[in-house]
Nanobody
Framework: QVQLVESGGGLVQPGGSLRLSCAAAGSIFSRNNMGWYRQAPGKERELVAYISSGEQTNYADSVKGRFTISRDNAKNMGYLQMNNLKPEDTAVYYC???????????????WGQGTQVTVSS
């Protein structure tokens, strides 16, 4: 079972940037697809971006052109670079890893603690 620890969140003004990190242990990192998700208060968790084991990327329309997902297989780390942040990006951000169908549905058995991102002036 993979253990995931997200970090890098914080309070940022609109238009600002943050880089989230996802540290993974307990799995064959390079063979797994990885997704970043977010959950805003009162809303369901949504998939923001994912990167396949072959490093193909895909983004939700709401973040396309502003967010960049990447991975460093040598370090078992995943990243989400977030630029031009907007108040509607405020949420707890989570990462997870697994088969592509599980990435797309978000039906994981467990989640990390997430990292809070707050965009506010």
């Amino acid at each position: 079972q993979v253990q995931l620890v997200e970090s890098g969140g914080g309070l940022v003004q609109p238009g600002g940037s943050l880089r989230l990190s996802c540290a993974a242990a307990g799995s064959i990192f390079s063979r797994n697809n990885m997704g970043w998700y977010r959950q805003a208060p009162g809303k369901e968790r949504e998939l923001v971006a994912y990167i396949s084991s072959g490093e193909q990327t895909n983004y939700a329309d709401s973040v396309k052109g502003r967010f960049t997902i990447s991975r460093d297989n040598a370090k078992n780390m995943g990243y989400l670079q977030m630029n031009n942040l907007k108040p509607e990006d405020t949420a707890v951000y989570y990462c997870n890893m697994g088969p592509l169908l599980t990435i797309l549905t978000g039906h994981f058995g467990s989640w990390g603690q997430g990292t809070q991102v707050t965009v506010s002036s």
